[in-house]
């Protein structure tokens, strides 16, 4: 689930109005129609589906199958689900946007999509975007001399495009220069005049002509999480002057036509379709004075940007975009068109690094719910006349509560609260009367939120109370390692059941994972299902892009169980490739300790203290556990 509060709040309004549950509310609840894209949806058994193709053309899937497959197979969760052909399909999608858009305008250049390595390194990904179905992968983009060394195979291989991009050292020059010797088609995107003169150095040395590539500064700025990235203060790119001094330099050693692509970036995830517009008219007027400066410039290269809507609400919240993927790609094509139609130059291959958009939804996390808290539960008070102020005043404002005062209510069980807290501390209170207060406190908590529920009351003062009365689910994952960017810039991504979606949920709760770190939560209230004696499974989709090697080991929480799943052309699904989770013994290896060397000075230090068959006993199971997961093994 996401922070749309209005989805939270329908589901309040809901409960208790007679309305008999079905999966279309399950549906709107969740806004699976919102941000699912076509790939996401609910069957008729009340279960989560995906489709490998937008709009399930080929059939869906149901993830609680895939689920139960991999816990008959011995696997525990968390587990990574992977879908290579939804990856490819996002591909496929993105090029015949862009096709359809081209055609339409009447402009007279074509699009080549070109991966961004960043976005997800992982070697299933790049392997299934050139896989034999896949098509339109120009090239890839790398930042760093370790992409450098994945994507040179590659192009071996396929003969795409590389895109160098990021700081440079000389060797990194060097290599990237020396593919071209291979008949590699190699662009060094140049971000200042010394980068340009040192590959004009060392192409000169190999006796090669270098693909030079210009990345500029815009002043049109970005939108969200990311405008940084943009402007005079970012951290890439030729401003103006560098630019002009770059051109004098080619033109003065007769190599203008080195200059083959010219390139921009404003930031990733942009939410406003106005900035994208602002950004590609500003880049194409540059783009139209170089050319008619001599510059033979055949890539127009957008960067990336072309934002993904994971909470649904198509708006320009840092987690969402107001915008279609077909209105980018014709927003990108005709303000391109438009300039350069006025400046009377060529039409450019236009390139685009839209990794996030075909990254994003090939990649679901399913996590088990094992416990849940609900502390401060309601509990009748008896109160008399001897009880201390504090506590009558308090039990007064829980008795008069109405639905037309309990906001006034609430805000005044606050003030007692913090009194109560005070009076206990100088001494006033003693410990049962504090607990008889906090339990009245919560009482008048509850009863507010319920009417503010029935009230449809959605201001800021009953959203952080609904996040006070709400639960806890225990969840079996680490949001640090499996989605980093929902702790680090509080990234959205939605949450869901994959079953027992034509029941009503009932519970509101917040999702707490299994770190020893209060940051391990996801800070929303969600709908959920009271827990029973079945296992109870969430999953976290759309988390294909950038998750991957963000991750981090925190409290030594691993890679988890992943399955790269397919389907067959009769509609039926198999499981092509299981990755097995991080043992105990491959993350103590992270962090230099070795696991011979520990049991060796283990055993050496309890036989000091304990008769030698108990240490043996508690040597073996402490070896066993080195190779289990090193996340809980409940089903």
Same mark, same amino acid.
């Given at each position: 689930?996401?922070?749309?509060?209005?989805?939270?709040?329908?589901?309040?309004?809901?409960?208790?109005?007679?309305?008999?549950?079905?999966?279309?509310? @399950?549906?709107?609840?969740?806004?699976?129609?919102?941000? *699912?894209?076509?790939?996401?949806?609910?069957?008729?058994?009340?279960?989560?589906?995906?489709?490998?193709?937008?709009? *399930?053309?080929?059939?869906?899937?149901?993830?609680?199958?895939?689920?139960?497959?991999?816990?008959?197979?011995?696997?525990?969760?968390?587990?990574?689900?992977?879908?290579?052909?939804?990856?490819?399909?996002?591909?496929?999608?993105?090029?015949?946007?862009?096709?359809?858009?081209?055609?339409?305008?009447?402009?007279?250049?074509?699009?080549?999509?070109?991966?961004?390595?960043?976005?997800?390194?992982?070697?299933?990904?790049?392997?299934?975007?050139?896989?034999?179905?896949?098509?339109?992968?120009?090239?890839?983009?790398? *930042?760093?001399?370790?992409?450098?060394?994945?994507?040179?195979?590659?192009?071996?291989?396929?003969?795409?495009?590389?895109?160098?991009?990021?700081?440079?050292?000389?060797?990194?020059?060097?290599?990237?220069?020396?593919?071209?010797?291979?008949?590699?088609?190699?662009?060094?995107?140049?971000?200042?005049?010394?980068?340009?003169?040192?590959?004009?150095?060392?192409?000169?040395?190999?006796?090669?002509?270098?693909?030079?590539?210009?990345?500029?500064?815009?002043?049109?700025?970005?939108? *969200?999480?990311?405008?940084?990235?943009?402007?005079?203060?970012?951290?890439?790119?030729?401003?103006?002057?560098?630019?002009?001094?770059?051109?004098?330099?080619? =033109?003065?050693?007769?190599?203008?036509?080195?200059?083959?692509?010219?390139?921009?970036?404003?930031?990733? =995830?942009?939410?406003?379709? @106005? =900035?994208?517009?602002?950004?590609?008219?500003?880049?194409?007027?540059?783009?139209?004075?170089?050319?008619?400066?001599?510059?033979?410039?055949?890539?127009?290269?957008?960067?990336?940007?072309?934002?993904?809507?994971?909470?649904?609400?198509?708006?320009?919240?840092?987690?969402?975009?107001?915008?279609?993927?077909?209105?980018?790609?014709?927003?990108?094509?005709?303000?391109?068109?438009?300039?350069?139609?006025?400046?009377?130059?060529?039409?450019?291959?236009?390139?685009?690094?839209?990794?996030?958009?075909?990254?994003?939804?090939?990649?679901?996390?399913?996590?088990?719910?094992?416990?849940?808290?609900?502390?401060?539960?309601?509990?009748?008070?008896?109160?008399?006349?001897?009880?201390?102020?504090?506590?009558?005043?308090?039990?007064?404002?829980?008795?008069?509560?109405?639905?037309?005062?309990?906001?006034?209510?609430?805000?005044?069980?606050?003030?007692?609260?913090?009194?109560?807290?005070?009076?206990?501390?100088?001494?006033?209170?003693?410990?049962?009367?504090?607990?008889?207060?906090?339990?009245?406190?919560?009482?008048?908590?509850?009863?507010?939120?319920?009417?503010?529920?029935?009230?449809?009351?959605?201001?800021?003062?009953?959203?952080?109370?609904?996040?006070?009365?709400?639960?806890?689910?225990?969840?079996?994952?680490?949001?640090?390692?499996?989605?980093?960017?929902?702790?680090?810039?509080?990234?959205?991504?939605?949450?869901?059941?994959?079953?027992?979606?034509?029941?009503?949920?009932?519970?509101?709760?917040?999702?707490?994972?299994?770190?020893?770190?209060?940051?391990?939560?996801?800070?929303?209230?969600?709908?959920?299902?009271?827990?029973?004696?079945?296992?109870?499974?969430?999953?976290?989709?759309?988390?294909?892009?950038?998750?991957?090697?963000?991750?981090?080991?925190?409290?030594?929480?691993?890679?988890?169980?992943?399955?790269?799943?397919?389907?067959?052309?009769?509609?039926?699904?198999?499981?092509?490739?299981?990755?097995?989770?991080?043992?105990?013994?491959?993350?103590?290896?992270?962090?230099?300790?070795?696991?011979?060397?520990?049991?060796?000075?283990?055993?050496?230090?309890?036989?000091?203290?304990?008769?030698?068959?108990?240490?043996?006993?508690?040597?073996?199971?402490?070896?066993?556990?080195?190779?289990?997961?090193?996340?809980?093994?409940?089903?």
């Amino acid at each position: 689930m996401f922070l749309n509060t209005s989805f939270v709040l329908y589901n309040c309004s809901l409960r208790g109005s007679g309305i008999l549950w079905s999966v279309e509310n @399950s549906v709107e609840l969740y806004g699976v129609s919102c941000w *699912g894209e076509g790939y996401f949806g609910i069957s008729d058994k009340g279960n989560l589906t995906i489709a490998v193709e937008r709009g *399930g053309g080929s059939g869906r899937i149901e993830i609680v199958d895939l689920v139960e497959e991999l816990n008959n197979l011995g696997l525990t969760p968390p587990f990574l689900l992977r879908f290579p052909q939804l990856l490819r399909d996002r591909l496929r999608y993105l090029c015949g946007v862009f096709e359809d858009s081209l055609k339409e305008s009447g402009y007279n250049g074509v699009y080549r999509f070109v991966f961004p390595l960043k976005v997800n390194q992982r070697r299933c990904v790049i392997d299934s975007l050139f896989s034999a179905d896949a098509s339109g992968v120009f090239g890839l983009e790398v *930042g760093s001399r370790s992409e450098l060394l994945i994507a040179i195979p590659y192009q071996a291989r396929y003969g795409v495009s590389l895109v160098c991009d990021g700081y440079k050292d000389d060797e990194y020059l060097l290599l990237a220069l020396k593919t071209t010797e291979l008949n590699g088609d190699t662009i060094i995107i140049a971000s200042s005049v010394d980068e340009v003169k040192r590959t004009i150095n060392i192409a000169k040395k190999l006796g090669i002509t270098p693909q030079i590539g210009i990345r500029i500064k815009l002043d049109s700025k970005g939108c *969200g999480r990311w405008t940084s990235a943009s402007g005079d203060g970012t951290k890439f790119g030729l401003n103006t002057t560098e630019l002009l001094e770059v051109i004098k330099i080619l =033109q003065e050693k007769r190599m203008l036509s080195y200059v083959r692509m010219l390139h921009f970036h404003i930031g990733s =995830q942009i939410t406003a379709i @106005s =900035q994208i517009k602002k950004a590609v008219k500003e880049a194409a007027r540059i783009y139209a004075k170089l050319c008619t400066m001599g510059l033979e410039i055949i890539y127009f290269n957008i960067g990336g940007g072309l934002a993904v809507d994971y909470d649904g609400t198509k708006t320009t919240s840092q987690s969402s975009t107001n915008y279609t993927l077909r209105e980018y790609a014709n927003t990108v094509v005709q303000t391109l068109k438009t300039v350069c139609d006025e400046e009377r130059v060529v039409h450019p291959t236009i390139i685009s690094e839209s990794g996030r958009a075909i990254t994003a939804h090939h990649a679901t996390l399913i996590v088990n719910v094992f416990d849940a808290k609900k502390e401060n539960a309601h509990r009748e008070v008896s109160v008399s006349g001897n009880d201390p102020r504090v506590i009558r005043k308090l039990h007064d404002c829980y008795a008069r509560m109405n639905p037309s005062s309990y906001e006034k209510c609430y805000i005044t069980s606050l003030a007692l609260r913090e009194e109560l807290s005070s009076l206990f501390n100088e001494g006033f209170l003693k410990l049962e009367e504090r607990s008889k207060g906090e339990e009245l406190f919560w009482n008048i908590l509850q009863n507010a939120a319920r009417l503010a529920a029935r009230d449809n009351n959605r201001s800021g003062e009953m959203l952080e109370l609904n996040k006070k009365v709400s639960g806890i689910y225990l969840t079996n994952f680490s949001i640090f390692q499996s989605i980093p960017d929902s702790w680090a810039i509080d990234q959205v991504f939605p949450i869901l059941p994959i079953h027992r979606l034509n029941e009503e949920p009932t519970s509101s709760c917040r999702i707490v994972d299994i770190t020893c770190d209060s940051d391990g939560e996801i800070d929303r209230t969600l709908k959920l299902h009271r827990l029973n004696q079945t296992p109870y499974y969430l999953a976290i989709p759309m988390i294909g892009a950038y998750q991957d090697t963000l991750g981090n080991y925190h409290d030594l929480l691993g890679k988890v169980n992943e399955a790269h799943i397919t389907q067959k052309r009769d509609g039926n699904w198999e499981i092509e490739q299981i990755l097995h989770a991080d043992s105990i013994k491959d993350v103590l290896n992270i962090t230099n300790y070795d696991n011979s060397k520990i049991i060796k000075t283990l055993r050496e230090s309890l036989k000091k203290r304990a008769e030698k068959g108990e240490v043996e006993d508690f040597i073996e199971l402490y070896r066993k556990i080195f190779e289990k997961q090193t996340y809980l093994e409940i089903p």
